[in-house]
């Protein structure tokens, strides 16, 4: 594995690997196939990017995440990989040279839709490349009790069985509940997987609930956010007229905000998120049509207006909050209405017109039992973090009664942005109380002087993204800022050390921030 944690480093800036990433990849590398089950944020990607920049061939990786590819490409380009993606942006003479290029070596990894798979334009390029290793993000997708059931998902075992030599197949996802994972072995055709299950604890996330009217909700979400005046967030919403009325009152009340639901053209909606992911706008508002498309790291509260249909559709919304490791809050904004709504909603018959009767029946009664758990915890007396590993199966031992981070466990109540709201400064700890910070960066108290700084770092990396032509997550993250802030390196090994830049970030962006850093 000094291989791999080399390629880690050299890559990626990071000294170490995360909980259960060195035993996915050592399984792959062995040539085994696995299944990563990994928390929002704890680098599932990273399982198959470094077996894809040390592996001879093309990696091959199945996403439904057809707005984000380029992205995700433009960011293993920033780690020195060599990305290229296959989808339907691309015109059909642009699709023939990325698979000539491929053919020629050019790339260590291709990401591609599902419907990709049964192309036979793109079966013939495969069988003709060497292809060792096919990794599947978001499996959930492949079973019928998952939130976001894809059925082309379900033709990804007969892709791997038409290659000419069947290479390890890893299957990553983050919210997983023990049927949905079973499914995925089978349906996916995992062969005696190493299985990685490393928890859904997200520590740095806050979660609270509260019973509001709709009303209600738009006044709290305003003094929220003008009590956070430098915090990019998402919230969700359940209709299109909802979507658009929170987001003009936002607007009205002076927040940077954008629209995204299905009502909108394709350019508008692809507009809006470049422009939250470029933080051009500070808040997304959006309907679950926003759903698995970002991947932005410095997120810094998600808000659920309404009730999700299930647990496992409310923890991949929330978990895009803080997946950059800093603290983060989640909050859960419903009222009866939300629950008439919901069961409405499920009354629809909306099945394939194939599916048995008796397999409708079983379905449908499924997703009534994902409401009600969504019910439960919305209004649970508990604590709502030991409420949602219990429901994704895991070991509750060693998981204190009093998670002290969440609205049960503090007694939070609404009120508080409900009255007109306090500005106040956001850096490190003074933002966010239950923030758990680096052991070795916790002993250096936050000052007015850091806030500048980090600031500066901020407006830095903006302008440098903006020149790139990349979101200023993919230069650095927020969590790599404020290391830098505490830090202060004065030298490029220095800066090399700080988790998260890495050579090739070092080599193309250390001079500026050490210029910045050091006041040159």
Same mark, same amino acid.
């Given at each position: ?410 007694? =939070? *109540? #609404?009120?508080?942005?409900? $009255?007109? !709201?306090?500005?106040? @400064? %956001?850096? +490190?700890?003074?933002?966010? =109380? *239950? #923030?758990?910070?680096?052991? $070795?960066? !916790?002993?250096?108290? @936050? %000052?007015? +002087? ?10 830095? $990396? ?19 800022? $404020? ?38």
């Amino acid at each position: 594995m000094a291989d791999a944690l080399a390629t880690l480093g050299r890559h990626f800036g990071y000294a170490s690997f995360r909980p259960g990433q060195a035993e996915v990849i050592e399984a792959l590398l062995q040539g085994r196939d696995a299944l990563a089950v990994m928390p929002t944020g704890a680098g599932k990607s990273v399982c198959y990017q470094v077996p894809a920049a040390m592996l001879e061939g093309l990696t091959i990786v199945v996403s439904p995440l057809i707005s984000l590819m380029g992205d995700q490409v433009r960011g293993l380009k920033e780690a020195g990989i060599r990305g290229s993606y296959l989808n339907s942006t691309l015109t059909p003479r642009q699709q023939e040279v990325v698979m000539a290029r491929a053919a020629q070596g050019w790339y260590d990894l291709m990401y591609v839709a599902p419907e990709r798979l049964a192309d036979p334009r793109f079966r013939s390029f495969a069988s003709g490349v060497r292809v060792p290793l096919v990794a599947v993000d978001e499996a959930h997708c492949v079973s019928q009790w998952g939130q976001d059931f894809r059925p082309a998902y379900q033709g990804i075992a007969d892709f791997v069985a038409s290659l000419p030599e069947r290479p390890p197949v890893v299957a990553a996802t983050a919210t997983a509940t023990r049927r949905v994972r079973d499914d995925i072995v089978r349906l996916i055709g995992l062969h005696d997987p190493a299985v990685q299950v490393t928890g859904f604890d997200r520590p740095n996330l806050s979660l609270f609930s509260f019973m509001l009217t709709p009303k209600e909700r738009r006044r709290w979400m305003v003094g929220y956010m003008l009590a956070h005046p430098d915090d990019p967030g998402i919230v969700y919403a359940s209709t299109r007229k909802q979507v658009d009325q929170i987001a003009q009152e936002l607007l009205d009340a002076g927040v940077s905000a954008a629209s995204y639901h299905a009502g909108y053209q394709n350019e508008d909606r692809a507009e809006a998120q470049r422009r939250f992911e470029m933080d051009d706008v500070r808040v997304m508002v959006a309907t679950n049509a926003f759903g698995m498309g970002i991947d932005k790291s410095n997120v810094r509260f998600v808000i659920n207006s309404g009730l999700p249909l299930s647990l496992e559709e409310y923890y991949q919304e929330a978990g895009r909050a803080g997946r950059d490791g800093e603290p983060a809050e989640c909050y859960l904004l419903w009222s009866r209405g939300d629950i008439r709504t919901c069961r409405f909603l499920l009354d629809r018959d909306d099945a394939a017109p194939d599916v048995p009767e008796a397999d409708r029946e079983r379905l449908y009664r499924s997703r009534r039992a994902l409401l009600n758990q969504m019910i439960d915890y919305a209004e649970s007396t508990t604590c709502l973090r030991r409420r949602i590993l219990r429901y994704f199966g895991q070991d509750l031992s060693g998981v204190p009664e009093d998670c002290g981070s969440c609205s049960v466990c503090t007694g =939070a *109540s #609404a009120d508080r942005y409900l $009255r007109p !709201a306090r500005t106040g @400064a %956001t850096f +490190g700890r003074g933002a966010y =109380a *239950s #923030a758990a910070l680096d052991a $070795r960066d !916790a002993a250096l108290e @936050a %000052t007015d +002087g850091d806030e500048e700084l980090f600031q500066r770092l901020r407006a830095l $990396r903006k302008r440098l993204a903006h020149q790139m032509g990349v979101p200023p997550y993919v230069v650095f993250t927020d969590a790599t800022l $404020r290391a830098m802030v505490r830090r202060r390196p004065r030298d490029e090994e220095a800066l090399l050390q700080v988790p998260g830049v890495g050579q090739k970030r070092l080599e193309r962006y250390g001079q500026a921030f050490l210029d910045e850093i050091n006041g040159n």
